[in-house]
């Protein structure tokens, strides 16, 4: 049963992604299909390629982040199985929304015995975080873009919205989730209940909500806040110049200004969160971002399609390797230990 809700699950991310590209793809002109086929073709790709990788440095940002939030807890887990479950986190996140935090957790569990309920009390706190650092990026947003542009992304982003975003696709992806969540907590409480009684349930409970918020305030506990601070500033500034870089590869928006990647990197985040990993809905937003600062409609698709397709390629062979790795170096960790 579990099985089949997941592959619920990813069929309809895969079905909305699926679907939104062939409904964008069917509508273009015959003309803006052949200039977005030729702007792949001579694309430069070594800024293409360049992309991702500055993006990787802020993965390398948010892994010692992570590990500065655990430490008030007591917990000083390795760089590299950090780092490792930080790849896997979003590898995960591509076939279905919010899995990879939740996998993450489970991985430091695994292998450096940190408790899911207190990484997870810091995955929480790190979300806000995010959440607040992009409630900077809005502010900047609206203060640089200025009143044209600003009315012209307006434009852009209703007309879109209009297109699919009441279709009932959006509706099930959107309510499949909470609905599957709540089903399965109500599974488990009753199975826990008929073998331990509703006192042990009760006990149990506000054991991991104690641990969860102990863990979300953990961040106040941090001693080394400047640290805290740069590697934040230095992941986010790592994801915003793999916007610009992007950029590079055509000669069409290598002028245009860094106000137009603080835009794409504040729609490009909500993308990941309609469709797994973006797909469908990301090259779209990007192409109706750069549309606001003059880019022809095929360029700006063509930009969002390279940055998509070569960044989920990042994300599966980092998450790929990631896996490999974490089991061959803590099995040879464990037979040394065990030699010894």
């Known amino acids: 049963m579990k099985n089949l809700k997941t592959t619920i699950k990813i069929l309809l991310s895969l079905g909305l992604g699926i679907g939104l590209i062939t409904w964008f793809w069917s509508a273009m002109s015959e003309q803006d299909k052949t200039e977005t086929i030729s702007a792949f073709k001579r694309a430069n790709y070594f800024w293409v390629i360049m992309a991702p990788l500055i993006g ?3 993965n390398f940002f ?6 500065l939030m655990l430490k008030p807890l007591g917990y000083e887990p390795s760089f590299v199985n950090t780092f490792f479950s930080v790849m896997i986190m979003y590898f995960f996140n591509l076939f279905v929304p919010r899995l990879g935090e939740v996998t993450r957790c489970t991985i430091l569990a695994q292998y450096e015995h940190v408790p899911v309920e207190k990484s997870l009390g810091t995955m929480v706190t790190e979300r806000l975080i995010d959440v607040i650092c992009l409630g900077i990026v809005f502010l900047l947003i609206i203060i640089f873009l200025g009143k044209e542009n600003y ?9 879109l919205t209009a297109g699919f975003g009441g279709g009932p696709l959006m509706t099930i992806l959107k309510f ?6 709540i089903a399965g907590m109500t599974v488990f409480s009753l199975l826990y209940i008929r073998k331990n009684g509703v006192d042990k349930l009760k006990e149990l409970i506000l054991s991991k ?6 863990s979300i305030l953990s961040v106040k506990d941090v001693k080394e806040k400047p640290q805290f601070i740069l590697l934040t500033v230095g992941m986010w500034l790592s994801y915003l110049v793999m916007f610009y870089v992007n950029y590079l590869a055509l000669p069409e928006t290598s002028n245009l200004p860094l106000i137009s990647a603080l835009v794409c990197l504040l729609f490009g985040s909500f993308a990941v ?3 797994p990993g973006g797909i469908g809905i990301f090259p779209i937003v990007i192409q109706m971002v750069l549309l606001s600062f003059a880019v022809q409609p095929s360029i700006g698709l063509a930009i969002g399609m390279i940055a998509w397709s070569v960044q989920t390629l990042g994300v599966l062979l980092g998450g790929m390797f990631s896996l490999i790795l974490l089991n061959l170096l803590n099995k040879k960790t464990d037979t040394r230990h065990r030699t010894i």
């Open 56 to 58: 990787f440095a802020g």
């Open 273 to 275: 969160i309609i469709t």
């Open 151 to 159: 009315d012209s992304l307006t434009a852009n982003f209703n007309q």
């Open 176 to 181: 499949s989730i909470p609905v599957l969540l």
């Open 62 to 67: 948010r892994t010692q982040r992570w590990r």
């Open 209 to 214: 909500i104690k641990s969860l918020f102990t």
